[in-house]
């Protein structure tokens, strides 16, 4: 049995780099002018066999020993937008991400990670500037971007975030649509094997010990495959990890909602068609391998205690091996999403129009409105519970 972790990291054996996981916090709360994404532009029926944003991303980062994967999976999805709307793309500064979305939290000065839904509030109202102007490095970690850096963001912001709702239909909708989507998602150690070939193997629903001790970690969804019945994913740990920094992760592992949540599409012009050269006909199996895939993992789990210094190695496997096709079979109804509707906004229940903007995230004394330990309110809370119908119309 593991002791409660307060920290936790991925060591690869050959080399001994430190990743840092368990990153992505939960959202508390959602970012102005949120919407139900409505996956209500193609039937099921309609969308191709494979999607596929890859051509289109920037350079796959690495986060390091830092938690700041949510910044990381934010930072892609804008790099790529900004890439379809003009062509080319620079580098946006992944640490102002990161250092205002916990600033939204009220925790700007401990690399304890951020929720995805602060750091698209950052985008949406403070914006970002590049890494130019705020590089990444990771002594910098906790230090307060310079002014400079504030007054280059305003220039780049986004305009628009849309939930995308936990399930296959909707989420390969977004995709065909040509849209990536950040998520969170419970890892298990089948993200160790994955380290040579990207394949992420369904984790075992018996070792659900496995999901306390293991990292919650943002990542960007950009295309799916329904010969392999897996998504497409970008994670932010490096080129040299799994297939040039992508993975593989099957359907049922990220359709299930105690695996997988917070899914957000964001937008930078909103009547923009991102479709052209992301469908695809021909479709692969990305879960084909040979011996070589057998090797031993390379990446271990291990943890920082409260009770004791330095790092416990996990022995428990918690991972079913490669292959095993029937754990991918059933991936619910893709026709769940109908009550979706892309014109619908949330309910004043889902946003406190009374909350005052921060005037600048880097005052600490700003964010004492934005509380890490404020609840959900119930009607967000509860995961299980399907989303409403009958929004009201969000007051202007």
Not at 166 to 181: I, Q, R, T
Not at 195 to 220: C, D, F, I, T, Y
Request: with cysteine.
């Amino acid at each position: 049995m593991f002791k409660q972790s307060k920290a936790s990291y991925l060591i690869q054996r050959s080399t001994g780099k430190r990743i840092k996981i368990g990153g992505c916090q939960r959202s508390q709360s959602l970012p102005p002018k949120a919407r139900k994404y409505g996956a209500s532009r193609y039937q099921a029926a309609e969308l191709p066999p494979k999607v596929d944003l890859r051509p289109y991303m920037t350079q796959v980062e690495d986060q390091s020993a830092v938690n700041s994967c949510s910044a990381n999976a934010i930072a892609g999805a804008y790099e790529y937008l900004a890439k379809r709307a003009l062509g080319a793309s620079g580098d946006v500064s992944r640490l102002f991400i990161y250092y205002n979305g916990r600033a939204v939290l009220g925790d700007q000065n401990k690399d304890e990670g951020s929720s995805i839904t602060a750091c698209i509030r950052v985008l949406q109202e403070i914006g970002v500037c590049t890494e130019d102007t705020w590089p990444y490095d990771v002594a910098m970690v906790n230090a307060q971007p310079h002014d400079d850096a504030f007054e280059e963001a305003l220039q780049f912001l986004i305009e628009e975030a849309e939930e995308v709702k936990v399930d296959l239909f909707s989420m390969k909708h977004c995709l065909a649509e040509g849209y990536p989507f950040v998520f969170g998602l419970a890892l298990f150690r089948s993200f160790d094997r994955a380290g040579k070939h990207g394949k992420v193997s369904m984790p075992n629903p018996n070792s659900e010990e496995g999901r306390q001790s293991h990292g919650a970690h943002a990542m960007l969804c950009v295309g799916y495959s329904e010969q392999s019945q897996a998504f497409i994913v970008r994670n932010s740990w490096g080129e040299k990890w799994g297939e040039k920094g992508y993975c593989y992760i099957p359907y049922a592992y990220m359709t299930n909602p105690e695996h997988c949540w917070d899914c957000w599409k964001i937008a930078s012009v909103s009547d923009l068609d991102f479709t052209a050269g992301v469908w695809y006909e021909e479709d692969e199996n990305y879960y084909e391998y040979d011996e070589e895939d057998e090797e031993d993992y390379d990446y271990e789990y291990y943890y920082e205690n409260d009770e004791e210094d330095g790092l416990e190695e996990s022995d428990e496997e918690y991972y079913d091996d490669y292959g095993d096709e029937e754990d991918l079979d059933d991936y619910g109804d893709e026709e769940d999403s109908d009550d979706y509707d892309e014109d619908e906004e949330y309910s004043d229940d889902y946003q406190d129009e009374d909350e005052e903007d921060l005037d600048d995230y880097g005052d600490e004394e700003d964010s004492d409105d934005y509380d890490e330990d404020e609840e959900y309110s119930d009607d967000y809370q509860d995961e299980d519970e399907e989303y409403s119908d009958d929004y009201q119309d969000e007051e202007d």
